[in-house]
């Protein structure tokens, strides 16, 4: 879709051999490259493009105060004109009714510089990651995807056993990658946009193959789940994994049988409050048990293998199960969750780094689990929650306030610090930067017209844009993003290096998130190349899945009108109605898209209406439905919802009862 004039000389300069940092020429024309660090004037900002009616900024951490950009589209059409600040320009308010191309140039004292050109579309980072996401989940699983018994013979120590690099399922994964759960997340923030995406994720040696038509990410799902409970694993991180899947259950039994459901159940209940920890779990270096009741005090290391807050919603979801299974010890699970999230907000200091940012990709579990237990159970949730979210709210604001938007450590240090348990003096923390949106989107929805949470979406934009190129090396945090096969759509300069024979083999995988920037290139530092440790890993790529599941839920809106777009709130019965939906579903940007929602009149059976994208590049989906269709009787409620679970978006309306209203 995009045109990209400066493509070719771009690669020339930063470019990269595989497993080496890219060679950076200083010559005079390689220089007046767009998007390139080292120019007299860079402009830096996310490579692919953005989504309407989201935050738009980019950095030019050379120019001035007061130095002019303006941004052209493919005619060289001047579109939008503003001036730099804090060497950040902000264009949010540029919504076109076409997606570009466009490129941003600056001119102030260092000269003049321009962007390389980007799009910005509806959904559009939404649009260009969903397919990178699952693509990457199918490739990155245990023997490449094909279960493999090392024998036939049930009396073996081999019988079953697999070669996955330490892990269970995906390969370098560990206890606390939570794969199950972020597909889990994914599929209940959009499931229509999900049930859409179909990749090669079989089920080939499993005992049960899905129907036809099963999406990929349920494959994924089930693959999870069935190596879990083949191996009866114990440890709590992945039965916490278990509990997503029973939790999510009624919208996955159209795909899965009901066995895998009683198992997965049968195992939870058995086990969960059992201490016990001896089935797969490495990088374990703090101390704890597999009980799940128990209060974690423990706060993990920078290797994210025991963030605090990890067991609050799974002992929610676990809740919840426990109640429609009609078991009498429900309240168990309801107690854990309140005990714990009563601790940590009365012990955790939101001001240490070393319980936010500092637990690395697995940060998110904290806010999120927070807030989903305040909205979810608003009189069963712990008094404090909202002014704890509020206080981290306040932390990420002010560590973010800085030309990148970027949320750094602490007020010394950018990124990570090195960790207990190994790791390099600069870590790799690709995926806080990519899950960061997660926890961010989550205390901006709790705390609602705080203004806080206006500045807490813009940061989290911000984090992704670090990802796809507004960072000091200008690059994406995948080596191979520039790849149509492989890469993100529109992206020019990938990460510096991919890691050949890494523990998870991921090199090759679609959509796998190589590197960040370390704390030595900020605040703008790019002639330090290709410093740190550079490594794709599933528990980053998770981190992304947990964002993305977010950034649907923040973005979907769902509103009811009659004739006049009035407000439907009590109509009659043979009125008709229109349904406006508002969710990431435009997959091709080419084509309308299309979704389904949910209606239920009254207490009968839910029904599917189909929406439709109202015109290309358009973020609403739309039906109108004659309410006498749907059988609705006077003084019925109807609800529609889109979404599931913490996540569910719905409106309600009546139908108009018999005489004077």
């Not at 029904?607 to 973020?619: D, G, I, Y």
């Not at 039906?623 to 006498?628: E, G, I, P, S």
Request: proline letters at 6%.
């Amino acid at each position: 879709m995009k045109v990209r004039l400066l493509a070719a000389v771009g690669a020339l300069v930063l470019g990269a051999v595989p497993g080496t940092a890219a060679a950076v020429t200083d010559s005079a024309s390689a220089r007046a490259v767009a998007g390139d660090p080292t120019a007299a004037q860079p402009v830096l900002l996310n490579q692919s493009g953005f989504n309407l009616g989201e935050s738009k900024r980019f950095t030019a951490p050379r120019a001035e105060d007061g130095a002019t950009f303006t941004i052209t589209d493919t005619s060289g059409r001047v579109r939008y004109r503003g001036k730099v600040k804090g060497s950040i320009g902000d264009f949010t308010k540029f919504n076109p009714r076409d997606t570009g191309d466009f490129v941003v140039t600056v001119t102030g004292a260092a000269g003049t510089g321009a962007s390389v050109p980007f799009g910005i579309g509806a959904y559009w980072i939404d649009r260009v990651s969903y397919r990178r996401a699952i693509e990457f989940m199918a490739g990155s699983r245990c023997y490449f995807g094909d279960y493999t018994r090392k024998t036939a013979d049930p009396a073996s120590d081999e019988y079953g056993a697999r070669d996955c690099m330490k892990g269970v399922t995906w390969r370098d994964s560990a206890h606390y990658s939570r794969e199950i759960q972020t597909l889990v997340g994914m599929y209940l923030a959009n499931p229509s946009a999900f049930d859409q995406i179909h990749v090669d994720a079989d089920d080939k040696g499993l005992p049960v193959t899905l129907p036809e038509g099963t999406p990929g990410i349920v494959r994924l799902i089930y693959w999870g789940v069935e190596l879990l409970l083949q191996e009866k694993v114990n440890d709590p991180q992945l039965k916490e994994q278990l509990a997503a899947f029973i939790y999510a259950y009624p919208q996955l039994e159209k795909y899965i049988p009901a066995s895998v459901y009683q198992r997965a159940r049968d195992h939870l209940f058995d086990s969960w409050g059992d201490p016990a920890r001896d089935r797969y779990y490495w990088q374990a270096f703090t101390p704890h048990t597999g009980d799940l009741f128990q209060v974690y005090t423990q706060v993990g290391t920078g290797k994210g293998e025991l963030a605090p807050g990890h067991s609050v919603w799974p002992n929610l979801m676990m809740y919840e199960v426990a109640k429609r299974e009609g078991r009498d010890d429900a309240g168990r699970y309801l107690h854990a969750a309140r005990s714990q999230a009563d601790w940590l907000i009365n012990n955790l200091d939101v001001k240490d780094p070393r319980v936010s940012k500092g637990q690395r990709q697995s940060e998110y579990v904290l806010i999120t689990g927070l807030v989903q237990f305040a909205e979810t159970y608003p009189d069963k949730a712990p008094h404090g929650i909202e002014e704890f979210v509020r206080d981290w709210a306040r932390i990420a604001v002010d560590r973010s306030d800085n030309l990148w938007d970027f949320r750094r450590y602490s007020d010394d240090r950018w990124t990570i610090p090195a960790f207990n348990g190994g790791g390099a003096d600069d870590p790799n923390e690709v995926g806080n930067v990519a899950g960061f949106s997660a926890p961010a989107l989550a205390a901006a929805r709790l705390l609602g017209n705080d203004p806080l949470a206006g500045r807490l979406r813009e940061i989290a934009t911000a984090q992704v844009d670090n990802i796809f190129g507004r960072n000091p090396t200008g690059r994406h945090a995948s080596y191979d993003a520039p790849s149509k096969t492989v890469g993100f759509e529109g992206v020019e300069h990938g990460w510096f290096s991919e890691y050949y024979g890494g523990a998870g083999l991921l090199e090759n995988v679609p959509g796998v998130l190589d590197g960040s920037p370390k704390n030595g290139h900020y605040p703008f530092n790019p002639e330090q190349g290709n410093i740190g440790h550079t490594e794709g890993w599933v528990a980053f790529n998770t981190a992304w899945n947990e964002s993305l599941a977010w950034r649907a839920a923040d973005q979907t809106q769902l509103k009811v009108s009659t004739r006049g777009r009035a407000p439907a709130r009590v109509v009659p019965g043979d009125t008709e109605v229109r349904i406006d939906l508002a969710a990431p579903l435009n997959l091709d940007a080419d084509t309308l898209g299309q979704g389904t929602v949910d209606v239920r009149v009254g207490d009968r059976a839910t029904k599917r209406l189909t929406v439709t994208q109202t015109e290309k590049n358009s973020k609403t989906f739309s039906a109108t439905v004659n309410l006498a269709t749907l059988g609705a009787k006077p003084r019925d409620a109807i609800t529609v919802t889109y979404g599931h679970g913490p996540f569910a978006v719905s409106y309600s309306f009546t139908v108009a009862g018999a005489g004077p209203q």
